[in-house]
């Protein structure tokens, strides 16, 4: 018997190298540009329901990238019997299944980019802190463009494969499930706006006149650092940008530190909480800087083009009392900062603690104040609760819509939000407005989601009353802070909270084409 062990032990460990050197790609030879097939982690799930989806389960339920239990190092043995398995090159998203990537978890990214501004170039490099929750013998991230000069897993040389935007690392050795690990990728390069899948412009790193802006929803992150770009995998970011003087850096979190050298500055900014790939943004300008506490002397940081910093620090103003308003309305502000970026950019977007705004949004006479309320309510709703699913974009739109209303009954009371629900229902009815919760794929940004989405909550409070309406909307963004929620967990709060089955309610505004009446109210 003790023969045979040997026998069959040294036939298994034949076994496992020739399974290891398969998967080893020659790294001289640069015009092999197959990837490692691997099988995405979800099913593909059908879009074109318009019944509340039954697989549309809790994101707590769905959610494939949080680490096991710690365990103890595999046996010689048990590394003989487990050999790692590619990680998938997609979450398996129901609109965009090759967003994001398998069989690990991002933990902290730190990317190190020196910028030539004029030239609009890059040398970068990205070091990820990431957990397997998987055995892996390869793993993808989403990556476009750039040259890559080395590939590190905890600082040995590792072999790569790029094809169309995924980037294939095959580390040294396989590695374990819950092992935590550090990729490292130096690259260099032009940085090119993503032709993005959800509409139809471009989006991610862009350079204009007078500098660069990052605006990523949904899939522009891979254009100027390699990540795991899906909402499910959040992660904490270290951000440190070298950039010519005079120009400004303006990014997520707190300014930990400033750098001055002798013809160039670099600006470290750290976010401590975890983050969407989508919602990262570097913005570099010749800004005017202003400040200011906020409530519970949260820091306020704006930065804005020196010739509209007059109009935009009065179109800006009342950004502290719509925060006092909305942490009493939805709970405490969840980030550690708070401020706007204006660059040259045709829309609004909610970049964590540094919301992204266009020239268009200055005026001198508040006119886009809506905006501004909409932008930071995607604080609570996108940014620290945020999608399982892209389908569900009218979790986050529906609600910062709702909170454009919020803030217009605030300052200007009940009737003024009955008239601008009253000609917004008259538009939608009229039109035909498309439900919201299962929007086109390659429009998922249209106007249903956004207004229809908020005529949805206002259906709701006209349903389940005031009192049980405003508690839904505090009880929501703090059971999922700082995670990924669906539909189905925003439902499931509802009627937990309200006591009352709101399936109809949800089935007929969200997924019926008809647009139903609104509840008669009190």
């Given at each position: 018997m003790r023969k045979f062990a040997v026998l069959i032990l040294l036939a298994l460990l034949v076994m496992a190298c020739n399974l290891t050197q398969a998967v080893q790609p020659n790294r001289n030879d640069a015009s092999n540009t197959q990837v490692v097939q691997s099988s995405s982690v979800l099913e593909q799930e059908q879009v074109e329901s318009t019944q509340i989806d039954p697989t549309d389960t809790p994101a707590s339920q769905s959610t494939t990238l949080t680490p096991p239990a710690a365990e103890s190092s595999p046996t010689p043995t048990q590394e003989l019997m487990q050999v790692g398995q590619p990680g998938s090159d997609g979450l398996g998203d129901p609109y965009y299944p090759q967003l994001g990537n398998g069989g690990y978890d991002a933990l902290h990214y730190t990317i190190d980019l020196v910028v030539d501004v004029e030239s609009n170039t890059i040398t970068g490099t990205a070091t990820i802190s990431i957990q397997a929750v998987q055995n892996l013998s390869t793993f993808n991230l989403d990556f476009s463009g750039f040259e890559i000069s080395q590939v590190l897993i905890d600082d040995v040389a590792a072999n790569y494969k790029r094809q169309g935007d995924e980037l294939t690392i095959i580390p040294p050795e396989s590695l374990w499930n819950g092992e935590t690990f550090t990729a490292t990728i130096a690259y260099s390069g032009e940085p090119e706006p993503i032709r993005s899948k959800a509409l139809p412009i471009r989006m991610g790193w862009t350079h204009f006149d007078a500098g660069i802006y990052v605006a990523s929803e949904p899939d522009g992150a891979a254009s100027w650092y390699p990540v795991n770009d899906h909402p499910l995998d959040k992660a904490t970011y270290t951000l440190r940008v070298t950039v010519p003087e005079p120009y400004v850096v303006a990014a997520n979190g707190l300014l930990e530190d400033k750098i001055k050298n002798e013809d160039n500055t670099t600006y470290v900014w750290e976010?401590?909480?975890?983050?969407?790939?989508?919602?990262?943004?570097?913005?570099?300008?010749?800004?005017?800087?202003?400040?200011?506490?906020?409530?519970?002397?949260?820091?306020?940081?704006?930065?804005f083009p020196p010739e509209l910093a007059d109009d935009a620090a009065f179109d800006f103003g009342r950004t502290l009392e719509m925060i006092d308003f909305f942490s009493e309305v939805f709970g405490p502000y969840p980030f550690e900062a708070y401020g706007a970026v204006i660059a040259d950019f045709p829309a609004a977007l909610e970049t964590q603690t540094l919301s992204l705004f266009g020239y268009q949004h200055v005026s001198g006479t508040r006119e886009s104040e809506?905006?501004?309320?909409?932008?930071?309510?995607?604080?609570?709703?996108?940014?620290?609760?945020?999608?399982?699913?892209?389908?569900?974009?009218?979790?986050?739109?529906?609600?910062?819509?709702?909170?454009?209303?919020?803030?217009l009954e605030h300052i200007e009371g009940a009737d003024a939000l009955a008239n601008n629900v009253d000609r917004i229902y008259g538009f939608v009815s009229e039109r035909g407005m498309r439900p919201p919760g299962n929007p086109p794929a390659s429009n998922l940004f249209n106007g249903s989601v956004y207004i229809r989405g908020a005529l949805t909550l206002h259906a709701l409070r006209l349903t389940v009353g005031d009192e049980a309406f405003f508690e839904i909307l505090r009880t929501y963004p703090q059971r999922y802070h700082y995670g990924n929620a669906t539909t189905a967990d925003f439902i499931a709060v509802a009627e937990e909270v309200s006591g009352q089955d709101l399936d109809e309610l949800f089935q007929s505004w969200l997924y019926e084409e008809a647009v139903p009446e609104l509840p008669p109210s009190e």
């Open positions: 976010s401590i909480n975890p983050m969407a790939s989508y919602l990262v943004t570097v913005d570099i300008a010749e800004f005017i800087i202003q400040t200011e506490e906020g409530p519970n002397g949260l820091p306020i940081r704006n930065f809506n905006v501004v309320a909409h932008e930071l309510a995607h604080q609570w709703f996108g940014d620290s609760v945020s999608l399982a699913k892209w389908r569900d974009i009218w979790l986050n739109e529906g609600f910062a819509t709702y909170a454009e209303w919020l803030w």
